[in-house]
């Protein structure tokens, strides 16, 4: 059994993540890079679009859950997904390939149609659902072979929670070859060819995941009329309806629910959905203010900017295993937590990480526009600022020791604490958390953009060099650090499903 485990808990999910992460990161990373430049759109309104966009990424995981732990079973979702990704990833790279063969001049893009346009989202928003399906089940699935096989071992709960520090280590090292690897691709070789990478990569992880088929040990979908009076009784605590016989049987059958444990999940659910509207810059705003910089390395290799998220992925490969093998062990003989600590714990931590990450970007903003104005380049937004791409790296660093323990430790804890039969939905609950802070960041972003512009240059102009970055990434700082404050009053006060938690 422990050698299944390994290679089914740790290996077969590990490489199919990785090459899935590997493919859908070549299209997110560098996207605010294709809207502003093959598709000519705005640099407010590319970071609000990618923003969108990212936070139906993140809202999907809602549908594929519940159609997983309803109908489909996590298996048949995470081949849907399969599915999915290579006909939208097929899609992307046709209207780039289609755009591409269009005439035009060297110094202007291709002209985009509305048709062709709308054909670019239709296909992006089809990837994000292939995500909705995929990310939820397939990591559900790998933590359901402890689930299912644990037996009431005490060890399972320390089992469950290295599984997910190592499968975040897995698609970390996706998230940092696509950014460096296939980002490149885009920016040297063409769209045509990075897409068309990225639907290779996908064709590859489906066909892994395939080959694993008869080895997992796959829970069933809930049946759909006991999955409707779990819902019902699930609402019913909520809203504290207790007059409904048969669903107070439910709960009878269920008493790991609990009162009103939708309320009590609501709190963490907030303080998950500011910090990651605060971490969403990585992709949008850190993006476009590297590509400002001097990128140039050695003899003459420029840095793709997007490639600079590496350091986010590297810095998470580099923490976990320090975290999983050196910290838990040291923080289990102090605290007795089989753990090391509870996930709210690293969850608070990583979101004071956050906090100072935004507060460094604004530092570095602000020399950046001290270098611009020395050396005469408010006007010149087209030349490269004679300032290293070096000094962003430690916003990155710091970002990904933030997402190291916050992103790990929020779906541990909406994994574990949801009814068994319903995980999947549980994990897309702390994903749908991160979309809609990818929305509030978007929509951020926007009011930003309005309410700036009235005064003069906006804060967040296509004109980096006279924008105010700087400002804007204070004020992310003073909500993260308010969102802390917020997230340690109610996590104090939370009583874990476990009592093994509580500590």
């Known amino acids: 059994m422990q050698n299944y485990l390994n290679c089914g808990c740790y290996y077969c999910p590990a490489v199919v993540a990785f090459l ?45 859950a519940l159609a997983a732990d309803s109908r489909l079973g996590r298996y048949r979702a995470v081949l849907a997904a399969g599915v999915l990704y290579l006909l939208s990833l097929g899609m992307l790279t046709a209207s780039s390939a289609l755009q591409a063969a269009q005439p035009h001049s060297a110094s202007s893009p291709p002209s985009t149609s509305p048709a062709h346009l709308t054909f670019i989202y239709v296909a992006l928003y089809l990837l994000a659902l292939a995500q909705g399906f995929h990310r939820p089940c397939a990591e559900a699935l790998g933590a359901d072979q402890f689930a299912l096989s644990d037996g009431g071992d005490p060890s399972s709960p320390a089992s469950r929670s290295s599984y997910f520090n190592w499968f975040h280590f897995s698609i970390s090292w996706g998230y940092a070859t696509s950014t460096t690897a296939l980002s490149y691709v885009e920016d040297n070789a063409g769209w045509t060819a990075g897409f068309g990478a990225c639907w290779a990569v996908m064709v590859l992880s489906l066909a892994v995941f395939l080959l694993g088929a008869r080895t997992y040990r796959a829970e069933e979908p809930v049946d759909g009329s006991r999955f409707v009076e779990t819902v019902r009784a699930w609402a019913a605590r909520f809203f504290h309806r207790k007059d409904a016989a048969g669903t107070e049987r439910l709960l009878d059958r269920q008493p790991e629910e609990g009162e009103g444990v939708v309320l009590k999940l609501l709190p963490i659910w907030l303080g998950a959905m500011v910090y990651a509207a605060v971490t969403s810059q990585v992709y949008t705003l850190f993006t476009k203010q590297g590509s400002t910089l001097d990128r140039r390395l050695g003899t003459g290799l420029v840095v793709p900017p997007a490639a600079l998220q590496c350091l986010v992925s590297f810095t998470f490969i580099a923490m976990l295993p320090v975290y999983d093998r050196v910290f838990v062990p040291l923080a289990r003989r102090v605290t007795g937590h089989p753990a090391g600590v509870t996930t709210l714990q690293r969850i608070g931590a990583g979101m004071a990480m956050s906090c100072a990450a935004m507060a460094v970007a604004a530092l570095v903003e602000g020399r950046r526009l001290r270098v611009v104005t020395a050396a005469g380049l408010v006007d010149r937004p087209d030349v490269a600022v004679p300032m290293s791409l070096w000094w ?13 323990l916050a992103d790990v430790g929020l779906e541990e804890f909406f994994y574990d604490q949801v009814p068994d039969a319903v995980r999947s939905i549980g994990l897309a609950l702390c994903l749908s958390a991160m979309g809609a802070g990818s929305y509030s960041s978007g929509m951020l972003v926007s009011a930003v953009d309005w309410a700036t512009r009235g005064s003069g240059e906006s804060w967040i102009s296509d004109n980096l060099n006279r924008a105010h970055l700087d400002y804007f990434y204070w004020l992310l700082a003073g909500l993260a650090a308010l969102d802390v404050a917020v997230f340690l009053y109610f996590s104090k006060r939370f009583v874990y499903r476990s009592k093994g938690e509580q500590r």
């Open 20 to 64: 899935e992460r590997l493919g859908f990161y070549g299209v997110q990373g560098n996207l605010i890079m294709y809207l502003t430049g093959p598709l000519g759109m705005p640099t407010a309104a590319a970071a609000a679009g990618v923003n969108a966009w990212a936070g139906t990424v993140q809202v999907l995981p809602l549908v594929g």
């Open 392 to 404: 962003v790296a430690p916003q990155y660093v710091l970002m990904g020791l933030a997402m190291a």
